[in-house]
């Protein structure tokens, strides 16, 4: 495997990705914008596993940060085996009660980020070689959702568009996988939404690691669309069926119960 370069690395979803390809004695390049963190992430994978680890800093709701760090790697002839594309952002609330800059930087983040790594990634694949493409969707994706609206269109973006470059590049040796994670209990903030949802929550959380081995697997298989977990599954299949405007009233008067239940 050539180098796995993977986003939001530092904690959570990112850090679980880089043990899984660094247990696996894969080659990983490290991004993100803490760099206290992501140097010990960094440092902790090279102790544990003994495989050749690299950090760079990077701000991926910057377009000019993002041209200098995929120049750096060019400059390195770094050759890219797989690009997984973690670095999101998450804001909640009704519309009004939003900052205009908050949804601003999510759109960056989750959207143009991830489109202008895709793109430039491609420009690293050895030429022989397989390059495959992870992209962080959500299962928020399957509907629309009130009081998470800007984070489940930009993750809706993110499932549509990876299927569609999946479909530009069969047969080429490059395939994009979406990964639709549901609750993953990553900190305190998420480990109290969850709580707050009762048992729903409980039944569709999925453990941070497990997720990840889960999604790397379906990636080098070259899968379209992973959905860890059987209720998630389901969930979403219903969701296909049912029509979007009363999906998302129901949505709404759920969200109003469990914010309900979330700690002051």
Same mark, same amino acid.
């Given at each position: ?12 979803? &990112? ?28 440092? &902790? ?18 377009? %000019? ?17 797989? =690009? ?53 969707? %959500? ?33 080429? /040796? ?8 549901? /609750? ?11 709580? %707050? ?22 990636? =080098?298989?070259?899968? %379209? ?21 009363? =999906? ?17």
């Amino acid at each position: 495997m050539n180098t796995v370069i993977i986003t939001g690395a530092a904690g959570g979803l &990112g850090k679980a990705f880089a043990q899984a390809c660094a247990a696996r004695g894969w080659p990983v390049l490290l991004t993100d914008l803490d760099e206290a963190r992501l140097q010990a992430a960094a440092a &902790g994978l090279r102790r544990q596993y003994g495989t050749e680890v690299d950090s760079l800093v990077c701000d991926m709701t910057d377009s %000019s940060q993002r041209a200098a760090f995929w120049q750096a790697l060019a400059s390195r002839h770094l050759r890219a085996g797989m =690009l997984i594309n973690v670095a999101g952002l998450d804001v909640e609330g009704a519309m009004k009660d939003i900052e205009p800059e908050k949804l601003i930087i999510l759109l960056r983040l989750n959207i143009e980020g991830t489109v202008d790594n895709m793109r430039r990634v491609l420009d690293l694949r050895a030429a022989t070689e397989p390059l495959h493409i992870l992209n962080v969707s %959500s299962c928020a994706s399957f509907q629309p959702m009130p009081i998470k609206a800007a984070y489940a269109a930009s993750k809706r973006f993110l499932l549509d568009f990876s299927r569609a470059v999946r479909a530009e590049m069969k047969g080429s /040796g490059i395939t994009v996988t979406s990964l639709c994670p549901s /609750g993953m209990p990553t900190n305190q903030p998420c480990i109290d939404s969850i709580a %707050s949802q009762g048992i729903m929550g409980l039944l569709t959380t999925r453990n941070v690691g497990d997720v990840a081995e889960y999604a790397l697997k379906a990636a =080098l298989r070259g899968r %379209s669309v992973v959905i860890p977990g059987f209720i998630n599954r389901a969930m979403s299949w219903c969701a296909a069926l049912m029509p979007k405007d009363l =999906l998302a009233s129901l949505i709404r008067r759920r969200w109003e119960v469990t914010r309900g239940r979330m700690p002051v």
